[in-house]
C-alpha cells in the first residue's frame, strides 16, 4: 500500500516523531523502575504498589513544578539534559522539607514541534536523577502543539509523589525560639529568577553565552547558568533518620524572605546571618551587570542558599559533624526567635 501524504504532519504534529523520541529513551526508562512499579513503559497509566516499595500505611506527599525560562538557556546552549536533572532535583527536594522520600515521577514535555533528539535528551536526564534519587520515571506526556508555542519553543513540567511515616512528617511545628538555621549551600541558580538573569546578563551586559567573564574563574555564562539543580536527599536523609532535623525550606522563588516563613510557626521569626554563607560568582555577577539590588537579589534569587535546616542549639555541632563526615557543607547561618513569621536579613 502506497503511503498517503500526512495531513497531520502538514498541520504542524509528527506522531511518528514523537514516538520517535520516547522510543530512544525506553531502556533509560525501564532503568529507574524500583520495587514498586507494576507493568512496563506505555501503558496509558503508571502503577505503583506502595506496600511493594516500603511506604505501605504511609502519608502520600506531592508536587508539581517545572524549570521555567532556564529551558531557554538550556536550547540555546545545547545542553538540555541537565534540565532534566533541575526537574526532578527541584521536586525531591520540595517534598524532602515534609521528611518524604520520592516513590515515582511524571513528566511533562511539551514542544511547537517535535525534535525527538532533543527530547530525548530531557528524557534521559529525567532517568539520570530519577536513578539517583531511587525514585521510577513512570510516565509521562509529550505534545506537540504548533500555535501554542512559538517556534522552537520547550516547556518541561513534573509531578513527584513521595511517601512520608505519620510520625516523621515535618511541618514546622517542631521549630522552636533558640533553634538555630543550619544552610546547605545550592549549586547555583537552580530553576528560579532566569528571567532577570537572562536580561541582566544578556540584554544589559551583552554577555554571549560563551563568554568567559573573570568574575566566573574560567566558567562560561552558560556553564554558570546551566549548572542543574542539585539533590538535597543523600544530605538530608541521614539527618532526618536520626531526628535531628525540626523543619526544613527548599530556597526556590522567593529566596529566603518567601520561603522560609512557609515553615514557621506564627509566633516566631528567624534571623539570617547573609555574609555566613560562601558567596557564589553568577549571583554577583548578576547583580552588578544588571544593576540589581541586594534586597531583589534575595528575594529572586537563593543567593547560595540551598536548603535551610532548623535544628535544636544542642544538636547543632552534631549536625554539622554529621554533614561533614559525609563530605557534605553546612554553614550556621541564623537563629529563631520571637516573631511574626519573617525573615530578618542581617
Known sequence: MTQQP??????????????????????????????????????????????????????????????GTKVKVAQAAGMLRGVGHDLVNHCVGDILVQGARPLFFLDYIAVDRMVPEAVTEVILGLAEACRANN???????????PGVYRTGEMDIAGTIVGCVQREMLLDGAQIAAGDVAIALPSSGLHTNGYSLARK????????????????????SVAEALLVPHRTYLPAVWPL???????????????????????????????????????????????????SVSRDEAYRVFNMGFGMVLFVGESDAERVLEDLAARGEAGYLVGRVVPGNRQVLLG
Open 240 to 290: 532526618l533518620e536520626q531526628g535531628l532535623v525540626h523543619g526544613m525550606a527548599h530556597i526556590t522563588g522567593g529566596g529566603l524572605p518567601d520561603n522560609i516563613p512557609r515553615i514557621l510557626p506564627a509566633d516566631l521569626s528567624v534571623e539570617i546571618e547573609r555574609s555566613a554563607m560562601p558567596r557564589v560568582p553568577i549571583f554577583d555577577l548578576i547583580v552588578e551587570a544588571g
Open 135 to 145: 525514585c521510577a520515571l513512570l510516565g509521562g506526556e509529550t505534545a506537540e502543539m
Open 6 to 67: 500526512s495531513s497531520y504532519r502538514a498541520a504542524g504534529v509528527d506522531i511518528d516523531a514523537k514516538y520517535r523520541a520516547v522510543q530512544d529513551a525506553r531502556e533509560a526508562i525501564r532503568s529507574t523502575y524500583t520495587e514498586g512499579v507494576v507493568g512496563d513503559v506505555g501503558l496509558f497509566g503508571g502503577l505503583f504498589d506502595p506496600a511493594r516499595a516500603g511506604a505501605e500505611g504511609q502519608l502520600l506527599v506531592a508536587s508539581t513544578d517545572g524549570v
Open 200 to 219: 541582566a546578563l544578556f540584554e544589559d551586559a551583552g554577555f554571549e553565552l560563551d563568554a568567559r567573564p573573570e568574575q566566573l574563574g574560567g566558567a
